[in-house]
């Protein structure tokens, strides 16, 4: 007989709403000496390319005490932190960049995000000038979701005029509900779906990973998820094995269960506040945003993946491609139109969620 997967209650990562009484339960606030030392390390890094920058430039005396608390928090507790006050005054978007970077090397090691190898890449809306976006660089609303990475930071530089509220969910939770309503359904979901690679992947790999990726996963006791159904749908679609029925069913509950406000919290980041991601137990999502009219006005968040010796064990199936993150690929890119997919598969894709929240705000 198969073991049963473990109620994870315990886990600290299988938090609800109602597990915290404001932003300052989750919150770390950078004090005025906080921000000298990370203006004394941009100084010292003489302007150098963001890539060229490694943690020694970045020499924290107690600041590196609290990054070191943040990244246990993220590591082993409840899977995520924001931090608030980081320095905007005086410095360009390029200087805030390197800021969040040198913030970033004390949670993990940078990795490439697209085939274009980008280790820093920005949350815009550039509809206007790709041709086919990545959802993250459009002002469409983003499903609860993870990446393909460990930890997942976004910093904030320029808020939108309307809407763009940040917004996360307790896979954990998410796992040990669906647990308790529909096990049937848990079992599909730790079997796992095949994904596409929406046209980033190399050479010798196939557009479509040819081994599926579950859902959830349980090892040493805590149980860690991937979960992207937009690229679920897109991959079993183009190899011709389109999901049934139970499938479509299992990741409904999915997303029932992770949309619930009971379950997520949503607030705006502000200029100068940076959230940090277990990218393994805690899902993010965004919503719908209008941007001002002035170019240098619209919204606009740094992004880095992060990975980190030991901070959960997942399998190697979770990895889309050879490694963790988006290996880069020469003359490659993103191609794959999600407005398309949500217009010929509404069913499966379960179309665009509107999550109707309302965010607060952080401080």
């Not at 339960?25 to 030392?37: F, M, V």
């Not at 550039?126 to 990475?149: Q, V």
């Not at 290996?327 to 949500?342: N, S």
Request: aromatic fraction near 8%.
């Amino acid at each position: 007989m198969k073991s049963r997967p473990p109620d994870l209650s315990s886990d600290p990562a299988a938090w609800e709403a109602s597990s915290f009484a404001g932003p300052s339960d989750y919150a770390i606030d950078l004090s005025e000496r906080d921000r000298e030392e990370i203006l004394a390390a941009l100084s010292r890094g003489g302007g150098r390319p963001i890539p060229e920058l490694g943690r020694e430039d970045f020499r924290f005396a107690e600041l590196g005490l609290k990054l070191h608390r943040a990244y246990e928090e993220v590591r082993a507790g409840r899977g995520f932190v924001l931090l608030t006050g980081l320095p905007t005054a005086g410095l360009s978007v390029e200087q805030f960049s390197a800021s969040v970077w040198g913030i970033g090397l004390h949670f993990g090691v940078p990795l490439s995000q697209n085939a274009q190898g980008e280790l820093v890449s920005y949350v815009i809306d550039a509809t206007a000038e790709d041709e086919t976006p990545r959802m993250y660089r459009s002002n469409m609303e983003l499903r609860l979701h993870t990446d393909i990475t460990a930890m997942i930071s976004l910093a904030c530089w320029q808020t939108a005029a309307a809407g763009g509220a940040s917004v996360i969910c307790s896979a954990v939770r998410v796992h040990d509900e669906i647990k308790r309503r529909a096990p049937a359904a848990l079992a599909l979901l730790y079997r796992g779906f095949h994904y596409h690679r929406l046209g980033e992947e190399g050479p010798n790999e196939e557009p479509v990973t040819p081994y599926r990726i579950p859902v959830f996963t349980l090892r040493n006791g805590q149980v860690s998820c991937r979960y992207m159904r937009s690229n679920i749908v897109a991959g079993h679609r183009a190899i011709g094995m389109p999901l049934g029925t139970e499938e479509i069913a299992a990741l409904d509950l999915f997303d029932e269960v992770a949309r619930d406000p009971r379950n997520r919290l949503a607030f705006f980041l502000e200029r100068g506040e940076m959230m940090v991601i277990n990218n393994y137990a805690v899902m993010h999502a965004r919503t719908a945003f209008t941007d001002h009219p002035e170019p240098e006005r619209r919204r606009l968040l740094v992004r880095l993946w992060l990975d980190a010796e030991g901070l959960r064990a997942v399998p190697r199936a979770f990895n889309h491609f050879a490694t963790n993150g988006v290996p880069k690929q020469e003359g490659r890119r993103a191609t794959f139109d999600f407005k398309k997919l949500y217009s010929d598969d509404p069913v499966a894709t379960g179309g665009m969620a509107n999550l109707e929240i309302a965010a607060a705000k952080t401080r």
